[in-house]
T-cell receptor, first 109, second 116 residues
Framework: GQNIDQPTEMTATEGAIVQINCTYQTSGFNGLFWYQQHAGEAPTFLSYNVLDGLEEKGRFSSFLSRSKGYSYLLLKELQMKDSASYLC??????????WGAGTKLIIKP | DVKVTQSSRYLVKRTGEKVFLECVQD?????MFWYRQDPGLGLRLIYFSYDVKMKEKGDIPEGYSVSREKKERFSLILESASTNQTSMYLC???????????????FGAGSRLTVL
């Protein structure tokens, strides 16, 4: 079957760096997405990786290794507003999105 | 500011009732989707539509139906609500063909349905 694994919950300190990992086993690969979802709100798009390597966008970076079935989202200079759930999703060979259960990130002062 | 609007944020219904969840987008997107979100599980696709009057089953269509009479509106219907349909329902839309580029989804804020 198809599977996306990410940690259920992580805690980090304001101003620090945190890395949220995502591993996947899917039938085919046509891109990996990260979305951010604040409690009670809509998920919003953060990043998209289709080739191996690092994509940087301000304080957020996303890395992909297709051979390892692995991605991570790196958040730098953490702010309290970064407290949210982070959803990893992979588009499979049928161009359907397979979603992880999400990682709840708690930022402490 | 682009928007996907879900008409009801919170609903409480009784078992056996018919439930309508409405979703409207103002971005002229071709593609629209209904997901449900449950604790500890990834988003699960219920139905999607790539064009007006067109619909396709997702991973968990049982107990649901949809309607897309206009491009901007995609409705999810629970013909006879059951307690296991208590969930958060998320509507989303996108503009590009599914195999093209990032094809980013824009989500609504969700409709939390409780079935008693």
């Amino acid at each position: 079957g198809q599977n996306i694994d990410q940690p259920t919950e992580m805690t980090a300190t304001e101003g620090a760096i945190v890395q949220i990992n995502c591993t996947y086993q899917t039938s085919g690969f046509n891109g990996l997405f990260w979305y951010q979802q604040h409690a009670g709100e809509a998920p919003t798009f953060l990043s998209y990786n289709v080739l191996d390597g690092l994509e940087e966008k301000g304080r957020f970076s996303s890395f992909l290794s297709r051979s390892k079935g692995y991605s991570y989202l790196l958040l730098k200079e953490l702010q309290m507003k970064d407290s949210a759930s982070y959803l990893c999703a992979v588009r499979d060979s049928n161009y359907q999105l397979i979603w992880g259960a999400g990682t709840k990130l708690i930022i402490k002062p | 500011d682009v928007k996907v609007t879900q008409s009801s944020r919170y609903l409480v219904k009784r078992t056996g009732e018919k439930v309508f969840l409405e979703c409207v987008q103002d971005m002229d997107h071709e593609n629209m989707f209904w997901y449900r979100q449950d604790p500890g599980l990834g988003l699960r696709l219920i139905y999607f539509s790539y064009d007006v009057k067109m619909k396709e089953k997702g991973d968990i269509p049982e107990g649901y139906s949809v309607s897309r009479e206009k491009k901007e509106r995609f409705s999810l219907i629970l013909e006879s609500a059951s307690t296991n349909q208590t969930s958060m329902y998320l509507c989303a839309s996108s503009s590009q063909p599914s195999g093209s580029g990032a094809n980013v989804l824009t989500f609504g804020a969700g409709s939390r349905l409780t079935v008693l």
